[in-house]
C-alpha cells in the first residue's frame, strides 16, 4: 500500500510539472467541445487516453 500512496504522489506531481510548464492537459487535440447558445458539452477522449495510458505503466510498475 505505501508503494501505491508513494507513485500516486509522484504521478500527481509529474502532471502538476507538466501543467506549469504549458502542457496542455485537458485541451488536447482530441478533447471534443460542443457549444451551442448556454450549453457547453466537454468529452475529453484524448485526456482519458493519456491518463488511462499513464496510469496503466504506472500500476504495471507498481505490481513489480
Request: hydrophobic share 60%; charged share 10%.
Amino acid at each position: 500500500m505505501g508503494k501505491a500512496l508513494v507513485f500516486a504522489g509522484l504521478l500527481i506531481v509529474g502532471v502538476g510539472v507538466l501543467v506549469m510548464l504549458g502542457v496542455p492537459l485537458g485541451r488536447l487535440p482530441g478533447d471534443v467541445v460542443y457549444r451551442r447558445g448556454s450549453v457547453t458539452v466537454y468529452l475529453p477522449i484524448a485526456t482519458s487516453v493519456v491518463l488511462s495510458i499513464a496510469l496503466t505503466l504506472v500500476l504495471m510498475f507498481v505490481r513489480r
